[in-house]
C-alpha cells in the first residue's frame, strides 16, 4: 500500500515529529510504501511564527550562530496537490494535535475535494480524545484512536488484501452510513518498533537554538507515558482508557544505545534531546547501566525534562558522568497548596529548590516551565511563582499562558466553574493570550504578566513598579528587556 502521512505544523520553526517518524517507520518495515507532506517550512506561516513574541518578551536568547531555513514560497494547497498527482497514495494519513484540528479540517476538505476516492484517515492526540467530533467532518473516512502502529498497519494489510475492515480495534470507519467505532487499539509495546531514520522529514528540523547556540539535534524517546498525574495534562485520561494495560512502557538500555549510535553517525548529530516526560524517574540501576554504556559508546551532549521529585544527588551524578548539557524541570507554580490542590502536584517547594541546587552543584545547567493564568489563580500567587523562580535560579525557561487542553482534570474544573466556554472553543490557543474568563484575575492583566514575568525574574526588585507599567506600555517593556539582556550578556 502507498500512504501519504501530514505532518502539521504552523509554527514555521523546526520541531521533528518523532511520534509520526516512528509510524512511518513502523508500516515501512512492514513492506508499505511511505512519503510525508511537511506542513512547516511554507513562507505563509511565518507570520504566526511564535518565536517572534518570546524573543520581544526576552525569554529567548538571540542566537549567536543562526542558520538560513529555507521557505517554500509555493501555496501549501497547490503543492500538496501536485505531491498527491504524483504519488497517487492508496490513503492519506493526517497526524493532529488539537491545536491543529481546525488546520487539518481545511486539509481534509482540500483533499475530498480534488481526490474524492482516496480514503482519509485521521489520528494523533486529538482524534483520540475528542473522537466523534473528529470523525463528523463529511472529509474524515477513518480515524485511528489510541497509538497507530498495531491498527493502522493491521487497517493497511486488510485494504491491501481487500478484507473488511470495520471490526479493527482502534480503527473507526464510515461505511454505507454507518460509523463503526472500534474503540481504542493496543498500546504498542516499544520492543517492536523498528530503529527510527528520519530520512523522510526535511534536515531542517535537525537545527534548533538552545541556550544561544544553532546545534544539529537529535530527539530520542526511550519510553512512553508518564508515572505522574498532573491536572492540566490529559495523561490521566490516556491511563484510565487503556487499563488494564501498562501505560509507562520503558526500551532496554541495549536497544536505546544503539539507535542513539545509528542516529548519531548517520545524521552527525551534536546533541540529543530525550523526549521522556520525566528522564531521571527511570529506576536507579536501570540508569547506572544506561549512564555507562552512553558515555562509552555515544558521548554527545545532551537535555531533557525531569519532575522535582526524581531529582537525586546520585542520579544527577551519572547525567554529568554521560555529559549532560541541561535538564528542565517543572516549577509550575509557586505555591505549595496551589500546586497540590488545583495541579495535583505534591511536590514541595523546598524540593524543587533543592532539585536546582543538586544540578547547580553538579555544573549542569538546569531551566525550567513555568505557568501563569490558571484557573483560580491571582495576581498575588503569580508573584509567588516569580519569587520561585528568583529563588531557583534557572539557566533559561519557558513560562506559558494556561490553555484548557482536551482530556484534563483543569479543563473539566474551568468549564463547570464558567471561566471557559467549550461551544466556542475553536483549540487554538497563542501563546500570548488567555482564553479563560476569571473575575479574579482578568485577561488583559494575565497577558501583561506574561510579558514582563522574565523582567520580574531578572531585573532588581526596586524595578517592579515600573515593570508593572511595561504589563501595558511597549515602549517601557522594549526599553527593560534590552537593559535586562545588557546585564546578562
Known sequence: ??????????????????????????????????????????????????????????????????????????????????????????????????????????????????????????????????????????????????????????????????????????????QNGRIFKNGMGLLTDIKDLPINDWDLFPRQHLYSPLDGHMYRIGSVEFSRGCPYSCAYCSINYLRDMVRPQKYLRRKSVERSIEELIYLKNTYNIEMFYFLDETFLSSDISNLRTFADEYKI????????????????????????????????????????????????????????????????RHGIYASAFGMLGLPYETRQLVFETIELFRRCQPRTYAVGIYKPFIGSHLRDICIKEGFFDPSNDNYIYPDYTSVLNMPQFPKGEIEGMYKTFYLYTKLPKEKFPLIMQAESDDEILENLVNECRLKID
Open 297 to 360: 559508546n555515544v558521548g554527545v551532549p545532551f537535555y531533557g525534562m525531569t519532575h522535582p521529585l526524581s531529582v537525586t544527588d546520585e542520579k544527577v551524578k551519572l547525567l554529568k558522568q554521560m555529559g549532560c548539557y541541561l535538564m528542565t524541570i517543572g516549577i509550575e507554580c509557586g505555591n505549595d497548596n496551589f500546586r497540590k490542590n488545583v495541579l495535583n502536584r505534591t511536590v514541595s517547594t523546598k524540593k524543587i529548590i533543592e532539585a536546582f541546587e543538586i544540578f547547580r
Open 1 to 174: 500500500m502507498k500512504v501519504l502521512l501530514v505532518y502539521f505544523n504552523t509554527a514555521a520553526r523546526a520541531s521533528f515529529p518523532l511520534g509520526l517518524s516512528v509510524l512511518a517507520n513502523y508500516i515501512k518495515a512492514k513492506g508499505h510504501t511511505v512519503e510525508v507532506f511537511d506542513t512547516t517550512f511554507y513562507k505563509e506561516f511565518l507570520k504566526y511564527k511564535r518565536d517572534h513574541h518570546r524573543e520581544k518578551f526576552g525569554f529567548y536568547k538571540t542566537v549567536e550562530n543562526p542558520i538560513e531555513i529555507k521557505y517554500n514560497e509555493t501555496p501549501l494547497d497547490e503543492e500538496l496537490k501536485k505531491i498527491i498527482e504524483m504519488f497517487s497514495p492508496d490513503i492519506i494519513g493526517l497526524s493532529i494535535l488539537s491545536a491543529h484540528f481546525q488546520f487539518s479540517r481545511t486539509i481534509s476538505r482540500f483533499i475530498k475535494k480534488h481526490f474524492p476516492l482516496i480514503p482519509v484517515i485521521v489520528g494523533g492526540l486529538h482524534p483520540t480524545l475528542a473522537p466523534d467530533e473528529t470523525i463528523s467532518d463529511f472529509s474524515v473516512d477513518m480515524i485511528c484512536v489510541g497509538e497507530g502502529e498495531y491498527p493502522f498497519s493491521e487497517l493497511l494489510d486488510k485494504m491491501g488484501s481487500g478484507e473488511d475492515i470495520t471490526g479493527i480495534k482502534g480503527i473507526w470507519v464510515k
